[in-house]
Each structure stands twice: as structure tokens, then as C-alpha cells.
């Protein structure tokens, strides 16, 4: 039976990653279908993740200093804001641009959270983080699939709606979460300029990380419209966000286990080969069957690095700048969402979708080979 903590932090994962799968999975779809362009839905998210990459590091650095005790009320606050945002835009008359601003805004705010999220598990020993984390992608393949259906046959709204309950379920099932840390975490963090000095090769890996975020964002984001050049619909898009999320679960379920066989630093190697593999096949797919098949990559890609990441800060960065390490993976993915969102929109409006795909190809290529060659057991001061 699993521990309590991992039980209920479950919870949190799951309705977590189903706010997720709603503003950043739809995002193009709500966004196109309340009149932007893929160029103005590319600048709104980009800009608001640029915002969030800034301000993980410096939230998880205040927290570091002050103590865990912050963790829950922060986490409550944020995602209260964003489930306010998606509330109301169903129900006001308001001009593309204006709903634009307030959507990426949500989406900023989700994003923020994240790496308090990674670090919360943490702070109760017995918390299984690969059970929870596959947990998240389970709800995150449900909802998905569940948006797609309904956005074909109601309506685009149904995005945010989805959004507001799950920020909802985070909120409860977040205040249930008992966390054991006191209220100080007993050392002195590094301070934000001298954390890149002390961990150097760690922030080699990152740049390759970003790399392969940045191809995961082109295929993730412009998904719908990779789909639609494919023949497909948004059931379709539905359909393979879906088979990309179950794909995850045996990873993560099991991850505890591939531990016992191989520190996270080979995990993490592992996943910049298939983030490559992934594009490639979607790249050279003609109609949706091979998109369809190109998500099995999703097992040993975009799955194993969210689980393996955060054991990975783990084995690598002392305690006393835990918060920091795992924000610095999560502001790679935010500033992968800002160039993917920028370039993005403008690689399909001035060229094509599948010029998109290419460029997601070499990304993930050049981010593989830079986390393979570049990443040690150990991170050396």
C-alpha cells in the first residue's frame, strides 16, 4: 500500500498536470479559435513563460532561504490566481487580444509553480514521486482526450473550464498534503549569481535540456496544427496527446525500481535519444498513423526525464539549494516555451508546419548529444 503522502500527493500531480494538459496542451487550439494567429498565440505564451523562467529561480531561492513552510500557501496562492483567470473567460465578452493576455497569463502562473510542486515531495519522507508523477500523466492522457472530444462537438471553452476546476482540485488536495519540513531547511543556499559557478557541469547538461525542451515545445504546442497538416482533427490531436500520456506511465511507475539498476544521470541520458527519435518519426509520418506511432517515444522521452530530472537534482545538488536545482530544470522548460512559442508561430506562418517539424529534429539532435557527452554521476564545485 503506498505511503499516505504519496497518496494524496497523487492527487495533486493529477489535477496538476490536467491544468496543464488544458492551457499549454490546447493552448494553440483556444487561442486560434478566439481569433488570434499562430504568431500572436506564439508571442502571448512566450512571453508569459519568459516571465515565469525569470521568476522560478528567484521564488524557489526565497523559499530556500525562508524555509519549506512557504511551499503549500505559495503553491495555494498561484493556483488560485490562475483558476480566477479561466473562470471568468467563458463568461465575458472580451477582445481576442485581451483573452489572449489573460490565458498565458494562467499558463505563466502554472508554470511557476512547477518546480514547488517537484520540491514538495520532498519534504515528507516516503513520498514516491515516480508513482505520483505517473499518477499526473494518467489524468493529464484522461483530460486530454476528454478536451479533444469536447472542443469538437461544443466548444473551445471548454479549455479553460477544464483548466479552473482542475487548478480547483490542486488547491484542496494541496492543503491536505501534511508536510513534515520545519520551517527553516538548516543551511545557507548559494546565492542566485554564484549557483551556475558551483555547478557547472550540471549547467552544461541544462543546455542541453533546453535543447530538447525546445522540440518537445514545437511538437507540443503547434500539435494541433501538425495534426491538421496530417489530415486530422482535434479528436485526432485529442487522440495522440492521449496515447503520449499513457505512454509515460510505465516509466514512471516503475522508475523507482531502474534506479536500482542505474543512477539518474543515465536515465537522463537516455531521454535526449528519443526526444530525437520522436521528431524524426513525425517529421517523416504522412498521415496521422505515424504521428499516432511516434508517441510510443514518449516513454523513454519526455516521461523518463520528468521523473529522472528531479532524482537527478537530487543525487547532484546539496540540500541546501534543492528548490534552486529543481527550478533550474523547470526554467529550461519555460524558456524552451518562450523560443519555441516566439520561433514557433513564425516558422508556420512564414514557412510551414512541417519546416517546424524539422527545426524540432535538429534541436532534439544537437540537445541529445550535449546531455550525453556533457553529464556526470556527479556535479563538481
Same mark, same amino acid.
Given at each position: 500500500?503506498?505511503? *499516505?503522502?504519496? @497518496?494524496?500527493?497523487?492527487?495533486?500531480?493529477?489535477?496538476?498536470?490536467?491544468?496543464?494538459?488544458?492551457?499549454?496542451?490546447? +493552448?494553440? #487550439?483556444?487561442?486560434?479559435?478566439?481569433?488570434?494567429?499562430?504568431?500572436?498565440?506564439?508571442?502571448?505564451?512566450?512571453?508569459?513563460?519568459?516571465?515565469?523562467?525569470?521568476?522560478?529561480?528567484?521564488?524557489?531561492?526565497?523559499?530556500?532561504?525562508?524555509?519549506?513552510?512557504?511551499?503549500? =500557501?505559495?503553491?495555494?496562492?498561484?493556483?488560485?490566481?490562475? !483558476?480566477?483567470?479561466?473562470?471568468?473567460? =467563458?463568461?465575458?465578452?472580451?477582445?481576442?487580444?485581451?483573452?489572449?493576455?489573460?490565458?498565458?497569463?494562467?499558463?505563466?502562473?502554472?508554470?511557476?509553480?512547477?518546480?514547488?510542486?517537484?520540491?514538495?515531495?520532498?519534504?515528507?519522507?516516503?513520498?514516491?514521486?515516480?508513482?505520483?508523477?505517473?499518477?499526473?500523466?494518467?489524468?493529464?492522457?484522461?483530460?486530454?482526450?476528454?478536451?479533444?472530444?469536447l472542443c469538437d462537438i461544443w466548444s473551445h471553452?471548454?479549455?479553460?473550464? !477544464? !483548466?479552473?476546476?482542475?487548478? #480547483?482540485?490542486?488547491?484542496?488536495?494541496?492543503?491536505?498534503? *501534511?508536510?513534515?519540513?520545519?520551517?527553516?531547511?538548516g543551511n545557507q543556499p548559494s546565492s542566485q549569481?554564484?549557483?551556475? !559557478? *558551483?555547478? *557547472?557541469?550540471?549547467?552544461?547538461?541544462?543546455?542541453?535540456?533546453?535543447?530538447?525542451?525546445?522540440?518537445?515545445?514545437?511538437?507540443?504546442?503547434?500539435?494541433?496544427?501538425?495534426?491538421?497538416?496530417?489530415?486530422?482533427?482535434?479528436?485526432?490531436?485529442?487522440?495522440?496527446?492521449?496515447?503520449?500520456?499513457?505512454?509515460?506511465?510505465?516509466?514512471?511507475?516503475?522508475?523507482?525500481?531502474?534506479?536500482?539498476?542505474?543512477?539518474?544521470?543515465?536515465?537522463?541520458?537516455?531521454?535526449?535519444?528519443?526526444?530525437?527519435?520522436?521528431?524524426?518519426?513525425? %517529421? @517523416?509520418?504522412?498521415?496521422?498513423?505515424?504521428?499516432?506511432?511516434?508517441?510510443?517515444?514518449?516513454?523513454?522521452?519526455?516521461?523518463?526525464?520528468?521523473?529522472?530530472?528531479?532524482?537527478?537534482?537530487?543525487?547532484?545538488?546539496?540540500?541546501?539549494?534543492?528548490?534552486?536545482?529543481?527550478?533550474?530544470?523547470?526554467?529550461? @522548460?519555460?524558456?524552451?516555451?518562450? %523560443?519555441?512559442? %516566439? #520561433?514557433?508561430?513564425?516558422?508556420?506562418?512564414?514557412? +510551414?508546419?512541417?519546416?517546424?517539424?524539422?527545426?524540432?529534429?535538429c534541436f532534439a539532435a544537437a540537445g541529445a548529444?550535449?546531455?550525453?557527452?556533457?553529464?556526470?554521476?556527479?556535479?563538481?564545485?
Amino acid at each position: 500500500m503506498p505511503h *499516505r503522502s504519496t @497518496l494524496i500527493y497523487s492527487c495533486i500531480q493529477a489535477f496538476f498536470w490536467m491544468a496543464w494538459a488544458a492551457l499549454l496542451g490546447f +493552448s494553440s #487550439t483556444y487561442l486560434l479559435s478566439s481569433g488570434l494567429t499562430s504568431f500572436d498565440t506564439g508571442l502571448l505564451m512566450g512571453f508569459c513563460s519568459l516571465l515565469s523562467a525569470v521568476f522560478q529561480p528567484v521564488l524557489a531561492g526565497f523559499i530556500d532561504r525562508k524555509g519549506f513552510f512557504l511551499l503549500k =500557501p505559495v503553491i495555494i496562492l498561484l493556483s488560485a490566481l490562475s !483558476a480566477v483567470l479561466c473562470g471568468i473567460l =467563458p463568461f465575458l465578452a472580451l477582445s481576442p487580444l485581451v483573452t489572449g493576455i489573460l490565458f498565458s497569463t494562467a499558463a505563466g502562473l502554472l508554470q511557476l509553480s512547477s518546480p514547488l510542486l517537484n520540491t514538495l515531495a520532498s519534504t515528507v519522507e516516503g513520498t514516491d514521486f515516480g508513482i505520483a508523477r505517473g499518477i499526473g500523466s494518467l489524468g493529464y492522457a484522461i483530460i486530454f482526450y476528454i478536451i479533444g472530444w469536447l472542443c469538437d462537438i461544443w466548444s473551445h471553452q471548454t479549455v479553460v473550464l !477544464a !483548466a479552473a476546476i482542475s487548478f #480547483t482540485g490542486v488547491i484542496l488536495t494541496t492543503a491536505a498534503f *501534511r508536510s513534515s519540513h520545519s520551517a527553516e531547511t538548516g543551511n545557507q543556499p548559494s546565492s542566485q549569481g554564484s549557483f551556475p !559557478a *558551483r555547478y *557547472r557541469s550540471f549547467m552544461i547538461t541544462l543546455a542541453g535540456v533546453l535543447l530538447l525542451y525546445i522540440s518537445h515545445v514545437y511538437l507540443g504546442n503547434y500539435g494541433y496544427q501538425i495534426v491538421l497538416s496530417k489530415s486530422g482533427n482535434s479528436v485526432n490531436f485529442g487522440t495522440g496527446g492521449t496515447l503520449a500520456a499513457i505512454a509515460e506511465l510505465p516509466v514512471m511507475f516503475l522508475f523507482g525500481s531502474l534506479l536500482k539498476k542505474k543512477p539518474a544521470s543515465f536515465w537522463v541520458r537516455i531521454t535526449g535519444f528519443s526526444f530525437f527519435l520522436k521528431a524524426a518519426v513525425i %517529421f @517523416l509520418s504522412v498521415r496521422i498513423t505515424g504521428y499516432y506511432a511516434a508517441m510510443a517515444f514518449q516513454l523513454t522521452g519526455w516521461g523518463m526525464i520528468q521523473v529522472a530530472s528531479v532524482y537527478y537534482v537530487n543525487e547532484v545538488i546539496p540540500a541546501e539549494d534543492a528548490a534552486k536545482g529543481q527550478s533550474m530544470f523547470t526554467s529550461a @522548460l519555460a524558456l524552451a516555451t518562450v %523560443f519555441g512559442s %516566439f #520561433t514557433g508561430g513564425w516558422l508556420i506562418d512564414t514557412f +510551414s508546419v512541417r519546416v517546424l517539424v524539422m527545426t524540432a529534429v535538429c534541436f532534439a539532435a544537437a540537445g541529445a548529444l550535449i546531455v550525453f557527452f556533457s553529464m556526470k554521476g556527479r556535479t563538481s564545485a
